[in-house]
């Protein structure tokens, strides 16, 4: 055991903690025998390589019966003070469970690694929390033979992650045909109310070829999925593999946890948690796809799969203020009869309470006086409309047909304006890195260009605002 550690203390010659790191790796090494270990080259997020070590092996876990867990873990170099960055290593017949803990690529994610901290952290208590939590949700799953075939794509993704090939722009390939066939495809990831209340609405407007209900809920079909699998909707297909939704050009986020977090925070954290099981699987998928996000809260989901995904944020958005917008709109024309008001009127900033009411232009007037008397008029009848618009609520069934209204404009390139959360930075004076609703052109490859608001200060200081506190959540997240 001494040469041993002498030699792999030789290799990690740039490891900052050297002598800590082998003691730590000689301990794992005496309670995992199983372990190998050797140094490769790791391809992180930015592209950037490091020559790491990194061991591999199985943890045994008992779910029913026993299995032996493969994964792989990495050694940063600034270890112990820095936690390791753990994949399951799947084999060509296993499938990945995605979890709260792990993600479609097979990279784990667990507590004791977002509250690591030396010397209280180690790797050895790491293997420890990894079989417990493994063994309240097992990670892998055996495959079917053809199930395994389509396997194969994932863990080249993930051998090239992890391996050093940066080339992450492949395409994707369905039997050597795009698409299957189809041209406008669209996913909705979710089976929940609001993701079947998107297939139904995006199936009544006739815009998509084909679309994939991607239900990621544990066990067999059941409730409104049931009811779509027995009352077969044409070019609607439901599935729990994220291989299905391959080429799609929008895809729908409308889940949302359901755990039992205490705190808002809590609740947010937790949505975050399951985009990471999603959005990189989705992305990778759908390396060109426009993603459209229904989860909630909406500014800071978008804002999360904007990070996750790596898109550019024209082709990240949210659906935002598009349905209050749309009443607004409404009951300005028709209820109030303020015609020449309504075609400009946009509902922005933040869902909820803090949203406000914008316009994108204003008509010309001879004098101040004349100005101010028809801001005034404006003011009241903008009032009237927000007291109507404050009893609509969001139904599941209106935010599918806002959601399919916009999969309208994306796929049709319709170049039609709506209110949709985009990144907000520069605009307003704002400097953070949120997504609000503001007047956006949409087109096939998502916001096409942002329409310029009527300068006011109001708008302006509730923007502000919106944008700090959405910030300073976004700040508490561990993403």
């Not at 469970?97 to 952290?121: C, E, F, M, T």
């Not at 699987?281 to 996750?308: C, D, G, R």
């Amino acid at each position: 055991m001494a040469l041993w550690a002498e030699a792999l203390r030789r290799q990690l010659g740039k490891y900052k903690f050297r002598d800590l790191t082998v003691e730590e790796v000689t301990a794992v090494s005496r309670a995992h025998p199983n372990f190998s270990f050797s140094m490769n080259t790791y391809t992180f997020k930015d592209g950037s390589q490091k020559d790491l070590l990194n061991f591999s092996g199985t943890v045994p876990v008992k779910y029913g019966n026993s299995y032996n867990i493969p994964i792989r873990l990495w050694i940063l170099d600034s270890h112990p003070f820095a936690p390791p960055i753990c994949f399951l290593k799947p084999t060509a017949n296993m499938g990945i469970s995605v979890g709260k803990h792990v993600d479609a690529h097979g990279r784990i994610y667990l507590p004791y690694l977002q509250n690591w901290s030396h010397p209280k952290s180690t790797i050895i208590g790491l293997i420890k929390e990894m079989i417990a939590k493994f063994e309240e949700e097992l990670p892998l799953y055996s495959l079917s033979s053809s199930d395994a075939d389509r396997q194969s794509e994932l863990l080249s993704y993930i051998t090239r992650i992890t391996e050093g090939d940066t080339d992450m722009k492949s395409k994707s390939k369905t039997n050597g045909v795009k698409n299957g066939g189809c041209f406008n495809k669209v996913t909705v990831v979710g089976a929940g109310d609001l993701g079947i209340a998107c297939v139904l609405a995006v199936v009544a407007k006739g815009v998509a070829d084909k679309i994939v209900l991607l239900d990621l809920s544990e066990g067999a079909a059941k409730g409104g999925t049931m009811d779509l699998e027995i009352f077969a909707l044409p070019n609607v297909e439901i599935s729990k593999d994220f291989s299905a939704t391959t080429d799609s050009k929008v895809v729908v986020l409308t889940v949302n946890s359901l755990g039992n977090a205490q705190t808002y925070l809590d609740v947010i954290q937790s949505n975050v948690d399951l985009f990471r099981g999603i959005i990189p699987a989705v992305s990778h998928y759908s390396q060109n796809s426009v993603l459209l996000v229904a989860s909630q809260p909406v500014e800071i989901m978008t804002y999360v799969s904007w990070k996750l995904s790596a898109f550019p944020k024209s082709r990240v958005i949210g659906v935002g203020g598009n349905l209050d917008t749309e009443r607004f709109q409404y009951i300005l024309t028709k209820l109030l009869q303020a015609e020449a008001l309504g075609k400009d009127a946009w509902i922005v900033g933040e869902q909820g309470e803090d949203k406000v009411p914008s316009w994108t232009s204003s008509k010309s007037v001879t004098n101040e006086k004349e100005a101010m008397a028809a801001r005034n008029s404006r003011e009241k009848v903008a009032n009237r409309a927000m007291e109507v618009l404050k009893g609509k609520g969001q139904r599941s069934w209106s935010v599918g047909l806002s959601v399919a209204d916009l999969t309208d404009s994306i796929l049709k390139d319709k170049r039609k304006v709506h209110s949709v959360s985009t990144l907000a930075k520069g605009f307003c004076s704002i400097n953070s890195e949120v997504f609000l609703s503001l007047p956006c052109i949409l087109g096939t490859s998502g916001v096409v260009e942002m329409v310029t608001l009527e300068e006011d200060p109001l708008v302006q200081e509730k923007l502000q605002s919106s944008a700090g506190s959405i910030h300073d959540l976004q700040q508490q997240l561990k993403l």
